[in-house]
Antibody
Framework: QVQVQESGPGLVKPSETLSLTCTVS?????????WGWIRQPPGKGLEWIGS???????RYNPSLKSRVTISVDTSKNQFSLRLSSVTAADTAVYHC????????????WGKGTTVTVSS | SYVLTQPPSVSVAPGKTARITCGAN??????VHWYQQKPGQAPVLVIS???DRPSGIPERLSGSNSGNTATLTISGVEAGDEADYYC???????????FGGGTKLTVL
């Protein structure tokens, strides 16, 4: 059974870079599928951040594209999110998830990790 | 950008039928997915590709999609169905995932 789990600092200072990692178990990340990041501000809905596929191709939400980098470390079976120049508006629960191809659903989700941006 | 519109809330008595809509221009031409999210938990896929139920999802949940509206229908609503529900499509023109704003289902 494929599982994904987020990890990273729970507190980030304004203007700094948020860095999170998603560890995949039960499947080799280099074998296929695409892997994405989604966030949910407190009391609000889901927002797509971006994704990376096993081919290395990336897709980013245009509203965040200038600040986002998603990368893969196949040796650790992990993929990562970096979000630069954070503000309080980036405070959210960050989830990682899996999908097969464009138009397919996000069928495996992590429980999420809470990131607070505050000095 | 492509916008999905959901009602903020839907209330239904136990045993009745709940219908949660997801509206957008010509959404019937897209594949719609639905997620259930309970407080403090990750979203769970409950309907994929308009009307397919993943393994383990009860038959009480069903989906449809036509014209400008996709609908998630929950028959024989139970207290355990109380949750937030999100619709989702791919905006293939802009190459990104789009979520609806979410609907809070309250079981009276």
């Amino acid at each position: 059974q494929v599982q994904v789990q987020e990890s990273g600092p729970g507190l980030v200072k304004p203007s700094e870079t948020l860095s999170l990692t998603c560890t995949v178990s039960g499947y080799s990340i280099s074998s296929g599928y695409c892997w994405g990041w989604i966030r949910q501000p407190p009391g609000k809905g889901l927002e797509w951040i971006g994704s990376i596929c096993h081919s290395g191709s990336t897709r980013y939400n245009p509203s965040l594209k200038s600040r986002v980098t998603i990368s893969v470390d196949t040796s650790k079976n992990q993929f990562s999110l970096r979000l630069s120049s954070v503000t309080a508006a980036d405070t959210a629960v960050y989830h990682c998830a899996r999908y097969t191809i464009i138009t397919s659903p996000l069928d495996v989700w992590g429980k999420g990790t809470t990131v607070t941006v505050s000095s | 950008s492509y916008v999905l519109t959901q009602p903020p809330s839907v209330s239904v008595a136990p045993g009745k039928t709940a219908r949660i809509t997801c509206g957008a221009n010509n959404i019937g031409s897209k594949s719609v997915h639905w997620y259930q999210q309970k407080p403090g938990q990750a979203p769970v896929l409950v309907i994929s590709h308009d009307s397919d139920r993943p393994s383990g999802i009860p038959e009480r949940l069903s989906g449809s999609n036509s014209g400008n509206t996709a609908t998630l229908t929950i028959s024989g609503v139970e207290a355990g169905d109380e949750a937030d529900y999100y619709c989702q499509v791919w905006d293939t023109g802009n190459d990104l995932v789009v979520f609806g704003g979410g609907t809070k289902l309250t079981v009276l």
